[in-house]
């Protein structure tokens, strides 16, 4: 079987002469060729060279096309920063001064990167396409709807939820042109990418956002291709509601119990994936912590329908060894089974070398939020505006932290504050708003009540 047949039926829950591989190789694409993200992302020709490259390196049996969740929102006017690692993020929302969403414009190909992804997509159906199946990602229908709007959609949702609705409907309609613009150029599989949902409760999650999600799939299918949901970030709440969507694969990182994604998987018919560590496994990891990550992942997503997969769009500079160490563990059986008996995980003793403040001692209430990284994770950009949208209201003096754990600092905090999931907000030391975005009004409350709290023991 070539790897996209491998892929493929891994997809639809066929037994598979092995474990099926899809590194999400994003911007990481661009570091294999030593160019910046933003030239890269700009430029069809270096797309479909990167990803090529990337393909053949890590012998992918599937690999997207580009891995970029701005490209609609940059089309529909939506502004962007760049950074020169990572993919963009958007710095302005249109729904904020649009009166409503029917005075939004159509998605046009025209208009920002699509045309570079237009020529990169044909390029490399062309090219591989008949042996590595190509992921053609767009941006989830509330993704998308947060980027248009910001940070005041969760307070829509409480406030205006026929609103609400009416603009998922629409991103929904949006996410099905884009889908069927990848699928028009030789992808063969669509991932509706909307990272988003981990910050929502199961209430609003079945309110808002499933049927949307379904009428992407639907679209799909009926161009005969297969749809994939990935989410990132700690979806476990709506897990099972993501399982009861009509895509026909789940996706998660890190966050999500892969034991319960294969259960809640097989129990409503759907192929699943994930989840490598892309941090202390693949970014700042050994090869020995890439190979047993993999391996963990083998062994708790083990059974039809599995992918093993990064848990999102890799970091830029990832470690090329590491990738492949990881494509080792579902490759080679006997490789793997060596490792078992071999690998030793990394020290972590470089945790000592992290310090936290004292944050009882401090007149100002600190916020630490620990993210992916906000210029290039979606709900870690947002959890971010809401933080400092909060400091900037409140009376209190407030400090706002960042803490990626793209980096070993932002590991160590993470470790010693005993936070579990990213993003997270806490208020002092204390984790208190875990992979849900507050509405500024909550986290301005949080804040008041723990100065006061500081001002009474002083």
């Given at each position: 079987m070539t790897g996209k047949e491998v892929l493929m039926a891994a997809m639809k829950r066929e037994e598979t002469p092995r474990t099926a591989w899809a590194p999400y190789v994003g911007v990481h694409g661009a570091s294999v060729l030593g160019v910046s993200a933003r030239e890269y992302l700009s430029s069809g020709a270096l797309i479909a060279k990167g990803q090529q490259q990337a393909a053949t390196l890590y012998r992918a049996d599937g690999i997207p096309v580009a891995f970029d969740l701005q490209m609609e929102a940059e089309a529909l006017g939506c502004d962007l920063a760049w950074p020169d690692d990572g993919p963009p993020s958007v710095t302005s929302h249109p729904l904020t001064t649009c009166a409503a969403i029917a005075d939004m414009p159509r998605l046009d190909f025209g208009k920002g990167r699509f045309p570079a992804v237009a020529e990169a997509t044909e390029t490399l159906a062309a090219a591989i396409g008949d042996s590595v199946a190509l992921y053609g990602l767009v941006a989830g229908p509330f993704t998308l709807l947060s980027h248009l709007r910001g940070s005041e959609l969760f307070l829509d949702m409480l406030m205006d939820a026929a609103g609400v609705s009416d603009a998922m409907a629409w991103c929904a309609e949006t996410a099905a042109q884009a889908a069927a613009f990848y699928l028009e150029r030789g992808a063969a599989v669509v991932a509706i990418v909307d990272p988003m949902i981990s910050q929502i409760s199961l209430e609003h999650f079945e309110q808002f956002v499933s049927e949307a999600i379904s009428t992407v799939a639907d679209a799909v299918h009926e161009r005969n291709a297969l749809a994939s949901l990935f989410v990132c970030g700690d979806a476990t709440r709506n897990l099972e509601a993501m399982c009861r969507t009509r895509c026909d694969n789940i996706a998660v990182d890190e966050n999500v119990d892969l034991s319960l994604l294969r259960a809640l998987a097989q129990k409503h018919n759907k192929s699943y994936g994930g989840n490598i560590k892309l941090t202390t496994a693949l970014l700042l990891g050994s090869l020995d912590d890439a190979r047993l990550d993999a391996i963990r992942c083998i062994d708790e997503g083990a059974g039809p329908g599995f992918i093993l997969a990064p848990g999102c769009d890799l970091p830029f500079a990832t470690p090329p060894a590491n990738l492949s160490a990881a494509a080792d563990m579902a490759l080679d059986s006997e490789?793997?089974?060596?490792?078992?008996?071999?690998?030793?995980?990394?020290?972590?003793?470089?945790?000592?070398?992290?310090?936290?403040?004292?944050?009882?001692?401090?007149?100002?209430?600190?916020?630490?939020?620990?993210?992916?990284?906000?210029?290039?994770?979606?709900?870690?950009?947002?959890?971010?505006?809401?933080?400092?949208?909060?400091?900037?209201?409140?009376?209190?003096?407030?400090?706002?932290?960042?803490?990626?754990?793209?980096?070993?600092?932002?590991?160590?905090?993470?470790?010693?504050?005993?936070?579990?999931?990213?993003?997270?907000?806490?208020?002092?030391?204390?984790?208190?708003?875990?992979?849900?975005i507050p509405d500024t009004n909550t986290l301005v409350e949080a804040i008041e009540a723990r100065y006061r709290e500081k001002q009474q023991r002083q």
């Amino acid at each position: 079987m070539t790897g996209k047949e491998v892929l493929m039926a891994a997809m639809k829950r066929e037994e598979t002469p092995r474990t099926a591989w899809a590194p999400y190789v994003g911007v990481h694409g661009a570091s294999v060729l030593g160019v910046s993200a933003r030239e890269y992302l700009s430029s069809g020709a270096l797309i479909a060279k990167g990803q090529q490259q990337a393909a053949t390196l890590y012998r992918a049996d599937g690999i997207p096309v580009a891995f970029d969740l701005q490209m609609e929102a940059e089309a529909l006017g939506c502004d962007l920063a760049w950074p020169d690692d990572g993919p963009p993020s958007v710095t302005s929302h249109p729904l904020t001064t649009c009166a409503a969403i029917a005075d939004m414009p159509r998605l046009d190909f025209g208009k920002g990167r699509f045309p570079a992804v237009a020529e990169a997509t044909e390029t490399l159906a062309a090219a591989i396409g008949d042996s590595v199946a190509l992921y053609g990602l767009v941006a989830g229908p509330f993704t998308l709807l947060s980027h248009l709007r910001g940070s005041e959609l969760f307070l829509d949702m409480l406030m205006d939820a026929a609103g609400v609705s009416d603009a998922m409907a629409w991103c929904a309609e949006t996410a099905a042109q884009a889908a069927a613009f990848y699928l028009e150029r030789g992808a063969a599989v669509v991932a509706i990418v909307d990272p988003m949902i981990s910050q929502i409760s199961l209430e609003h999650f079945e309110q808002f956002v499933s049927e949307a999600i379904s009428t992407v799939a639907d679209a799909v299918h009926e161009r005969n291709a297969l749809a994939s949901l990935f989410v990132c970030g700690d979806a476990t709440r709506n897990l099972e509601a993501m399982c009861r969507t009509r895509c026909d694969n789940i996706a998660v990182d890190e966050n999500v119990d892969l034991s319960l994604l294969r259960a809640l998987a097989q129990k409503h018919n759907k192929s699943y994936g994930g989840n490598i560590k892309l941090t202390t496994a693949l970014l700042l990891g050994s090869l020995d912590d890439a190979r047993l990550d993999a391996i963990r992942c083998i062994d708790e997503g083990a059974g039809p329908g599995f992918i093993l997969a990064p848990g999102c769009d890799l970091p830029f500079a990832t470690p090329p060894a590491n990738l492949s160490a990881a494509a080792d563990m579902a490759l080679d059986s006997e490789l793997r089974e060596e490792a078992r008996k071999t690998a030793h995980a990394g020290s972590m003793e470089w945790l000592d070398e992290v310090a936290l403040p004292n944050y009882e001692d401090m007149e100002q209430v600190v916020l630490d939020v620990i993210t992916l990284d906000s210029a290039a994770c979606a709900p870690c950009q947002y959890m971010m505006d809401g933080a400092r949208a909060a400091a900037a209201q409140a009376t209190a003096p407030v400090t706002v932290n960042e803490h990626k754990i793209k980096r070993r600092e932002g590991i160590g905090v993470m470790c010693k504050l005993d936070v579990k999931n990213v993003p997270t907000i806490c208020v002092d030391g204390v984790p208190a708003f875990i992979s849900i975005i507050p509405d500024t009004n909550t986290l301005v409350e949080a804040i008041e009540a723990r100065y006061r709290e500081k001002q009474q023991r002083q």
